[in-house]
């Protein structure tokens, strides 16, 4: 195998070394941002988060991202201790200190703070929330299309661990990943409960058959932002887009794959399972999502 390759690799920036982080209200040099080891996100992986891309000093679709973060709070019972504005108006200062403009992530996170005890029981965390802002300079650089491999980690249940929360605990996504990686393949390609495909380890998953875009019914995956405006997108514009159960045969026979995400927003797809896609490249109709996604932020923000 080549180089491997991430849906979320970047170009390097020095820039990164000395960036201010935002813990608990506070603006700390990157060395400095620290949480106590009795946290429960670090000790039971229990709290949400949100990506967000900056694009010409605007954070895209930003009331989104934030009705996702409280939704999933709730869906814990997690009091975030602050409102949606007072997040944004964090996301700003923090954006403000660190001078980015543009090609910046963010990594908004809430966790249910510090326990008194290492044990799990949420009455025993008596310090929190915890909420904690990384910001970067982070510019996509991505040479050549995601080789995906399926693997046996599944996107299961909503009774067990629900694949829609954006949730701390990502052990079954990071096992489902090193998996691929030891097939050869950058990521993973995740079936659900019946063995239709899914999603991947990282990223929501399309593919484009006699110019059709299709996906997965959403029922076991995450409930991805820019999945959705590429849906909405392909709608706009007579692309015509379903939703729906779909096996890996039809996937292997597919024209063009490609992965969608807040970080690379429509990533390629070269090769399933050895399986070349198309001719492995970047197809027309990704292409075309491409360009009207990027008018689609680019009028969201100037609105």
């Known amino acids: 195998m080549d180089d491997a390759v991430t849906t ?14 935002w813990v608990n209200g506070a603006l700390k040099p990157r060395p400095e941002a620290l949480v106590s080891v009795y946290d429960s996100g670090f000790m ?6 949100e990506g967000l891309r900056l694009y010409d000093g605007h954070w895209a679709f930003l009331d ?33 200190a660190n001078g980015m403009e543009t090609d910046a992530h963010a990594r908004l996170m809430v966790t249910r703070g510090v326990k008194s005890r290492p044990f799990q029981h949420p009455g025993l965390s ?22 995906l491999a399926t693997v046996p980690h599944l ?17 079954n996504c990071i096992l489902a990943c090193i998996a691929a990686e030891k097939a050869g393949a950058d990521e993973a390609l995740m079936l659900d409960i019946h063995g239709f495909v ?19 019914t959403g029922d076991y995956c995450m409930n991805g932002i820019t999945r959705a405006k590429v849906i909405d997108l392909c709608r706009e514009n007579a692309i015509p887009v379903f939703e729906k159960n779909y096996s890996l045969v039809a996937a292997y026979s597919a024209e063009e794959a ?42 969201e923000g100037a609105g």
């Open 258 to 299: 490609f992965l969608t995400g807040t970080f690379g927003a429509q990533t390629p797809v070269g090769e399933i399972d050895g399986r070349r896609i198309g001719d492995g490249q970047m197809g027309p109709v990704t292409r075309r999502l491409r360009g009207l996604y990027k008018d689609l932020v680019a009028r």
């Open 44 to 49: 039971l992986g229990d709290g949400v988060w």
């Open 64 to 96: 989104e991202h934030l009705d996702r973060l409280f939704e999933a709070a709730k869906a814990i019972d997690l009091e975030i201790g602050m409102d949606a504005g007072a997040l944004a108006d964090a996301l700003e200062e923090t954006r403000a």
């Open 126 to 147: 008596v310090s929190g929330p915890t909420i904690v802002i990384i910001m970067e300079h982070s510019r996509p650089s991505i040479p050549r299309p995601i080789h």
């Open 8 to 21: 979320h690799q970047a170009e390097e920036d020095a820039r990164n070394e000395s960036v201010l982080i």
């Open 155 to 171: 996107r299961g249940l909503p009774m067990t661990q629900d694949p829609k929360l954006n949730s701390h605990s990502k052990l």
């Open 198 to 216: 899914n999603t991947t380890n990282a990223c929501n998953f399309f593919i484009v058959r006699k110019g059709e875009v299709w996906t997965s």
